[in-house]
């Protein structure tokens, strides 16, 4: 019995370390793969105290946190996506804080043709005709998202086909995958840049307009949610998209490229 | 943090197995084969329950648990509790059996020979709490779901694994996971000798 009370104790004392000023910020793999946030948040806790626990999901997944009422503040990139959840009244503004672009990579080789083309739909058609393999992430991640709305721009339906995998796993899985078995993938390009085992990867397919990949931080409902540090929130969203947090954002790079160029222009209101 | 989680399944576990082994009641035999059961529990159910159970959406949310270390050794402990009580009580019951009508002839009561009975078992008892230590140590799933891998704060040596590699920094992976052998090895060695030198 006396051992059942200190284990409380210690599981109580666990959960008070918990109290401190501190928020949840669901976000997506890319961000954080890639070290954007591991660099530029400690900037943020140093000005305001206010600690933030990244839980780093797809963009499916981060979404669904926050509409659990999990998280204080979410930072995805899937239109789609946000938008359904701004609509069932999870998020009430959204600020534009980042672009990146994604590309197809995949082994030296080149066995679908594609190498230096800057044409999605194109690149999809030979691979599917030559069926190369390709690696999908297919986790309702904002970057799967991307890729699968590529596909159906193409007209395409890769789903079952034997050289089209799905992993069901993050971009790092996806990438290590893609290694493995001399595959394609679609990649954000910060998680590209910053991985450490591409070993036959390179670019193939970059340029194409829908390639655009832009990063949102979106707030959470108060009314919806009660329990949402709605204030240490509302601080982190606007130092994303003020100068501060823009300039630490456009200057976190990898071997010289930049990762994530600052975009703070565009608020998005519901209704308006 | 594990051991946190392996001294609450040891108080729980230990505590359910003395009654199982000890006391006589209708579900008694069922309980056991659920215990037993129990032990193949897959992490990631355990981690989707206690997800589900922590979440603000969920009955428990109010203690505003989820993606804590707390919520993380809840997890770890309710992994580890059936594997101890199982094997704790698979040698009560034994003991139970021989030396039970002997200590009831002597005046004891079940109270009283439980003390008696955990001294004799304190080899098995030892090892079975190593071995949910190992489980707690070793468990990747479900401290990922409720514990979120946040850096500094519910990232343990398994979810750190895990993100290295999905980064591709296979060297540090497996670095970490080297250090990860090394904790679970020393533990068990340790475990060993305290069993040798004082048991």
């Not at chain 1, 995949?106 to 739909?121: L, N, R």
């Not at chain 2, 946190?4 to 399944?9: K, Q």
């Not at chain 2, 959406?57 to 059936?82: H, N, R």
């Not at chain 2, 999905?166 to 060993?192: D, F, H, K, Q, R």
Request: proline share 4%; glycine share 10%.
């Amino acid at each position: 019995m006396r051992k059942l009370s200190l284990s409380l104790a210690v599981l109580l004392a666990l959960g008070g370390a918990a109290q401190a000023e501190s928020i949840v910020l669901a976000s997506t793999t890319s961000v954080d793969n890639s070290g954007l946030l591991a660099k530029i948040l400690p900037v943020f806790t140093k000005a305001t105290g206010i600690e933030v626990k990244v839980i780093a999901q797809g963009t499916g997944q981060a979404l669904a946190t926050a509409a659990h009422g999990d998280a204080d503040l979410v930072l995805v990139h899937d239109p789609d996506a946000e938008a359904k959840f701004i609509a069932e009244g999870h998020g009430i503004l959204k600020r534009e804080i980042a672009w990146n672009d994604f590309l197809f990579v995949g082994p030296k080789s080149d066995p679908a043709g594609i190498a230096g083309t800057h044409d999605a739909v194109a690149a999809l058609a030979a691979i599917s005709s030559k069926h190369a393999a390709f690696v999908t992430r297919g986790d309702t991640s904002g970057t799967d998202a991307a890729e699968k709305r590529l596909w159906k721009k193409a007209g395409i339906n890769p789903a079952g086909a034997d050289w089209y995998r799905d992993i069901g796993g993050g971009m790092g899985a996806a990438l290590n995958a893609a290694a493995a078995m001399n595959a394609m993938v679609f990649t954000d390009r910060g998680t590209w840049l910053s991985f450490q085992n591409k070993r036959d990867l390179v670019a193939l397919v970059e340029g194409d307009a829908s390639f655009i990949n832009r990063y949102d931080v979106i707030q959470l409902n108060p009314v919806l949610h009660p329990n949402v540090k709605i204030e240490p929130a509302r601080k982190l969203a606007e130092w994303l998209a003020g100068p501060d947090g823009q300039r630490e954002i456009g200057a976190v790079a990898q071997g010289g490229e930049q990762l994530f160029h600052p975009d703070a222009d565009k608020v998005y209101v519901p209704g308006t | 943090m594990s051991a946190a989680a392996t001294l609450i399944a040891a108080a729980l576990g230990i505590a359910a197995a003395s009654v199982l082994a000890l006391v006589s009641f209708p579900a008694r035999s069922v309980l056991v084969v659920a215990v037993n059961a129990l032990l193949g529990l897959p992490p990631v159910v355990i981690g989707l329950v206690f997800y589900l159970l922590l979440s603000h959406s969920g009955p428990l949310g109010w203690l505003d648990l989820l993606f804590s270390p707390a919520a993380m050794v809840a997890a770890q402990a309710a992994l580890a509790a059936p594997i101890i009580c199982a094997l704790v009580h698979r040698s009560l019951e034994r003991s139970w059996a021989e030396f039970g009508p002997p200590l009831r002839i002597l005046g004891a009561s079940r109270l009283r020979a439980l003390p008696v009975l955990l001294g004799m078992n304190r080899r098995a008892i030892a090892t079975a709490i190593l071995a949910g230590f190992g489980r707690c140590l070793s468990e990747v799933g479900a401290v990922l779901m409720v514990g979120g891998n946040i850096a500094g704060h519910t990232r343990s040596l398994t979810t750190s694994v895990v993100l290295q590699t999905s980064m591709g920094n296979l060297e540090t992976a497996l670095l970490l996971g080297l250090v990860l052998v090394g904790v679970s090895v020393a533990v068990s060695a340790g475990g060993i000798a305290l069993g040798g030198a004082r048991l």
